[in-house]
C-alpha cells in the first residue's frame, strides 16, 4: 500500500483524514468551480488510456524543465530490463537497441540539456518522443504480466518489435503516435510558459520523499519549489479535484515529521487548463481541520495513529503466528 491507495480506500489512514479533515466540500467545490471556466489545452478526444500515457509522459517532460536527470535512473529502465526477461518475441538485437536507445537518450540530455529552458521545435519534438518511449516502458513495470500487453500494429510494442536501429524505431513512434506527440507539445509549452519564469531562480527537488513515508507504505510528492511542494495532475475532466486530493496534498509535510523540507506552503498545477493554485499550510490546515492547531501537533498526531496501526499489525501477525504453530503441533508437522 502507498499513501494514495491508503487514502483511496478504507484504512486507518483514510479514517485519520475523515476524522480531522473533513471540511472538504466548500473548497473542492470552488477549485472545480474555477477550473471549469477554463479552456482545456490539448487533444479533448483522447482514449482514456492514451491519456494516462500522456500523464506520465509529461511527468517525464516536465522532470527535464527541473533537471538534466539520467534516464538510466527511472522505473523506464526497469520496466525495459523487465520486457527483455519476459517477453518471448524480444530477441539479442532488442538487448542491445535497448541499451542503446537509454545510453542514446542520456547522450542527447547532455548535448542539448534541457533544463530550465524552452527548445528548439526539432529538439523539443525528440524529447517528447523519448518521454513517450520511457512512459511505454515504465508502464511495462507497472503491469508486469506481459501477456495484457496490447498488440496492435501502430503500438509501441510493435514498433519496438520491428525496428533494427534506434532511428529507426523513434522513426516508428513519430509516426505513429503523432496525436500523442502533438499533445504532449502543448502541455509542454504551457507548462513553460507558467513555469520558466521560476525554473533558474528556484530550487527544486523532484519527487521528495519523507521520514515518514516507508511507515505508509510509499509517498513521493512531484517537487518542491523553495519551500512549496505541488502536486502535477493532468486531468482532462471539467472538475477534477476531489477530497482525497486534498488530503494527499497535505499528508506529504504532515509526514515530514523531522521537518526535512521546511514546507511553509502547497499547491497543484493542473497542467490541462494551466491553472496554478496555492495555499500557505497553515491555512489550509486550518480551513479543512476547523481548528487552530500548529504543523508540529498534526504531525504528533498522525505519527500516533501510525504507531498504532503498526502495532496492531505486530500483534496480529504474531497471534496468526501462534495459531499457526498451535496447528501444526496438533497434526504432528513439528
Known amino acids: ?32 468551480d474555477e477550473i471549469s471556466k477554463l479552456p482545456l489545452i490539448g487533444n479533448s478526444n483522447l482514449l482514456p488510456a492514451d491519456a494516462g500515457t500522456i500523464g506520465t509522459a509529461f511527468d517525464y517532460r516536465a522532470r527535464f524543465y527541473f533537471q538534466n536527470y539520467d534516464p538510466h535512473a527511472t522505473v523506464a529502465f526497469e520496466g525495459a530490463k523487465l520486457l527483455l526477461d519476459h517477453n518471448y518475441r524480444t530477441t539479442l538485437l532488442h538487448r542491445s537497441l535497448i541499451y542503446e536507445l537509454f545510453s542514446r537518450l542520456y547522450r542527447d540530455v547532455l548535448t542539448i540539456q534541457p533544463s530550465g529552458k524552452k527548445l528548439r521545435a526539432i529538439q523539443e519534438e525528440r524529447l517528447n518522443i523519448y518521454c513517450l518511449v520511457l512512459t511505454f516502458f515504465e508502464q511495462q513495470f507497472r503491469m508486469r504480466d506481459m501477456s495484457i500487453i496490447v498488440d496492435r500494429e501502430e503500438s509501441i510494442l510493435e514498433s519496438f518489435l520491428a525496428s533494427k536501429t534506434v532511428e529507426g524505431f523513434m522513426g516508428k513512434v513519430r509516426s505513429h503516435q503523432d496525436k500523442l506527440l502533438h499533445d504532449l507539445r502543448a502541455l509542454s509549452d504551457v507548462f513553460y510558459r507558467d513555469w520558466g519564469a521560476y525554473l533558474q531562480e528556484r530550487r527544486f527537488i523532484l519527487n521528495p520523499t519523507f521520514s515518514g513515508s516507508r511507515d505508509v507504505g510509499g509517498a513521493d510528492a512531484d517537487f518542491i519549489m523553495g519551500r512549496i511542494l505541488f502536486e502535477l495532475k493532468t486531468n482532462r475532466t471539467p472538475r477534477p479535484i476531489n477530497r482525497v486530493m486534498l488530503w494527499q496534498l497535505i499528508g506529504y509535510p504532515l509526514l515530514d515529521f523531522r521537518n526535512e523540507y521546511k514546507l511553509s506552503k502547497v499547491g497543484f498545477y493542473f497542467a490541462r487548463r494551466g491553472y496554478r493554485i496555492e495555499w500557505t499550510l497553515a491555512n489550509l490546515l486550518s480551513i479543512l481541520s476547523g481548528r487552530q492547531l500548529s504543523l508540529i501537533s498534526w504531525r504528533k498526531q498522525l505519527s500516533k495513529v501510525i504507531g498504532h496501526s503498526e502495532r496492531v499489525k505486530l500483534q496480529k501477525d504474531a497471534l496468526f503466528g501462534l495459531a499457526r504453530m498451535g496447528l501444526e503441533r496438533k497434526f504432528g508437522v513439528l
Open 1 to 32: 500500500m502507498s499513501l494514495t491507495s491508503l487514502l483511496d480506500h478504507p484504512s486507518f489512514l483514510r479514517d485519520f483524514f475523515c476524522r480531522h479533515f473533513g471540511n472538504t466540500k466548500e473548497i473542492v467545490k470552488d477549485i472545480n
